[in-house]
């Protein structure tokens, strides 16, 4: 019979309490097999059991904020990591390593960290027909307020109008879930999580920024010699949003610097190659933001432990690991992903 999940989430828990040894648990499987819903069901059932444990010590959970921001890491993981593929409306596209640790005396969750890998940017350029770029795009384009949608220069748009949302031609999920519902989940999540309104603010700011990036254009102004494209209306939000100077974006994408004997040149680039310098912009950025979300929830989680609680030489801790691997395809041509 194949592993069942609370079997699984029970037989860690308990070898690590009665050992006081670490454990680990991999989950893996083809895209839509269940990897990201069996992780989070392994979470919750690991924090309901520090609760009832910790409640029958002490009369009342004094971990419920850590626990409450492991489980809430989730939704945020989610929009900015999942998107839907042919397989799999909710498929995880990077792999996820939870390591929560345990006070194995009574039981108890003490400390916790996310560690992810091996983010899939080639989706932020090319999403493939009947596919969605990550969630949070449509999520800000769909329920973003009235107001934040004019600071944030998206107005009226829709994925419709964006090249990175819109380049694949699939603009919905067939579970059934809105994007409007998600955003909510993610907005309380990020307040549980103890991302300030600022910080909200900011991390929609670059998304928003992005969105526009993919629809900058470019002229030819000689032969192998381009420059962004001034009557492109989209040009004016990248700079605002990102707070980017003109000439130097002009001049990181239209140009490239090479050093020779010591000596620095700058040589033009082609229309075709500026397309491509943007791309790797895109990747770059969405990577960095990716990155800071998760260094932001480490250390949410981390700032809510006492120093003692969260040291890994504590006596009476151990930790159960839990490894989501991203779904692995095979199509009939496999990206360098693949």
């Known amino acids: 019979a194949p592993p069942h999940v609370y079997a699984t989430a029970e037989d860690a828990y308990r070898s690590m309490v009665r050992s006081n040894q670490n454990q680990s648990i991999l989950v893996s499987g083809e895209s839509g097999a269940g990897k990201t819903v069996t992780t989070k069901i392994i979470m919750r059932y690991l924090a309901t059991q520090s609760q009832r444990l910790e409640g029958q010590a002490h009369g009342r959970s004094s971990m419920v904020s850590i626990e409450a921001q492991v489980l809430q890491s989730n939704p945020i993981l989610e929009s900015f990591g999942n998107a839907r593929t042919v397989r799999n409306d909710n498929s995880s596209r990077f792999g996820k390593f939870i390591e929560i640790r345990f006070n194995t005396r009574i039981g108890s969750l003490k400390s916790a960290s996310v560690r992810t890998y091996l983010l899939e940017k080639v989706r932020l350029i090319s999403p493939s027909p009947g596919e969605r770029n990550y969630h949070i795009f449509y999520e800000v384009l769909a329920a973003l307020p009235k107001q934040d949608r004019k600071q944030l220069h998206i107005g009226n748009l829709s994925p419709h109008d964006f090249k ?26 990020l307040d549980t999580v103890g991302f300030s309104k600022e910080e909200q603010f900011d991390l929609f700011t670059v998304v928003c920024g992005l969105l526009h990036t993919s629809n900058l254009t470019f002229c030819e102004i000689a032969a192998d010699c381009s420059q ?54 895109i990747k770059a950025t969405y990577g960095a933001l990716f990155d800071h979300i998760v260094r932001r929830v480490n250390q949410s989680i981390e700032s809510s432990q006492s120093p003692v609680s969260s040291a890994r030489s504590v006596p009476d801790t151990a930790s159960i690991g839990v490894l989501d691997i991203f779904g692995f395809e095979s199509f009939e041509w496999n990206s360098f992903e693949q």
């Open 164 to 189: 990175m949302t819109g380049i694949s031609g699939t603009f919905d999920r067939r579970d059934g879930i809105s994007d409007r519902q998600t955003f909510s989940d993610l907005r309380s999540a």
């Open 228 to 281: 962004l494209e001034d009557r492109n209306s989209h040009l004016r939000s990248v700079l605002y949003l990102l707070g980017v100077d003109g000439d130097a974006l002009n001049s990181s994408f239209c140009q490239v610097l090479m050093e020779v004997n010591g000596e620095r040149l700058y040589k033009n680039n082609s229309i075709e190659k500026a397309e491509k310098a943007v791309e790797a912009f």
